[in-house]
């Protein structure tokens, strides 16, 4: 292996490295039609446009019977009308005191303009009694009430949940064109990993790591479709890269990626002969040695090993470039909670990097505190104890105690705004 290949490592601002990501991220992204119950949690790849009228005819929003209102206005309880029930055939109108039975979320037949609940009429003999009078549109949805023609319904970029499957459906629009989620493998990178807990002990750890970085691309939107251990040994990593390289988009690696004798993954890629180092570093503390290379048109994100900068490197690189992909912002949208620092933060030696913190939320009285929690990268405590986290912009060399900052959160990993009892 010529390790004269390998790109010295330098790091790069975040806003440089998310420039490369969305240059890249073309070259993964591409799109489906899906038929419409396949489509659930997919990324909108077109505009959609109402292309008639929902409802296009009056419906009822009642198990009832469809009458003209005109016809009832004389109805009280010691003046019952009748009314003659009368089959809907199609084009055929409601004539002179007639009511036709109608389910709700069916049309009105012609000439009706009102809905009277079955429990408010007397049924016998082929006829109903009505005891009062019905207003005009009661109980009916009007033509348009759920949307109009030419409306656009909704953008390209967003990401389809259940209830809007349901509106499609009503709009009779049964296939859409999304984007494909970006398939990726994950390798984890150890001798002393395994995935089987039995072989747990004697030097032999548990691999954790990856059920983290697997619900980050979960959460952002990406397809896991494949998870691996390599051992510390060029030829095994290289054999599980190019496993992957085969039917993946993205592969991402956990460990290897620093400038240790066991941190291999960089001198295996540069093995490849299609190999282009992006960038190998972020100035980002945690997750500084995380880095980005393309092989052919594959994209390969080395993420650092310890836990925190697992979770930075999976944050800052690993989910734009997932979303990226699919035309979304870089980040998933999360919610902020403003909070008091309990205790000073300092940052040296790394005044010059955009840094990530985790902290703790306690409520005083009716104020927030956050309490900082240990930056030491390969502590998994503090994500544990985290509410949420963090970012401070680079040129900030410490937070004083009583400085507001913003706690974040992220879906399925930390919940700032459900503090679990913190608050």
Known sequence: MDRRRIIPVKHIPINLALKMIKEVSAKISSTIILPLNEAVYKVLAEDIFCEVDSPSKPISHYDGYAVRSFDTINASSRNPLSFKLVERKDGSRLGFREAAYVRTGFPLPEGADTVIPVEAVKREAG????????????????????????????????????????????????????????????????????????????????????????????????????????????????????????????????????????????????????????????????????GLAMIGDRILVMLPGNIQSTFAGSYFILQPLIRFAQDLPAFVKSHGVKAILSGDVNFHPFEGFMKMRFFRLEGRGSEIYAKPLSAVSWLSRSLVDASGFAVIPSGIASLKKGTRIVVRDLPRIFDSVNTGGHV
């Open 127 to 290: 006829q109903i009694y009505v005891y009062a009078p019905a207003r005009r549109g009661q109980h009916v949805i009007n033509v348009g009430a759920e949307a109009h023609r030419e409306e656009r319904m909704f953008k390209k970029g967003r990401m389809l949940k259940p209830q809007d499957i349901v509106l499609l459906s009503k709009l009779s629009r049964l296939r859409v064109k999304v984007f494909k989620k970006p398939k990726i493998s994950l390798i984890s990178i150890g001798d002393e990993l395994t995935k089987n807990i039995d072989e747990v002990g004697d030097g032999r750890i548990l691999d954790t790591h990856g059920l983290l970085v697997s619900s980050f691309i979960e959460v952002c939107g990406g397809e896991l479709i494949h998870y691996d251990i390599a051992l510390d040994d060029v030829n095994d990593i290289r054999e599980k890269i190019s496993n992957a390289l085969r039917n993946s988009d993205i592969i991402v690696t956990i460990g290897g990626s620093s400038v240790g004798i066991k941190d291999l993954v960089p001198e295996v890629i540069s093995g490849f002969p299609e190999a282009n180092f992006l960038f190998r570093g972020i100035r980002t503390q945690p997750g500084k040695m995380t």
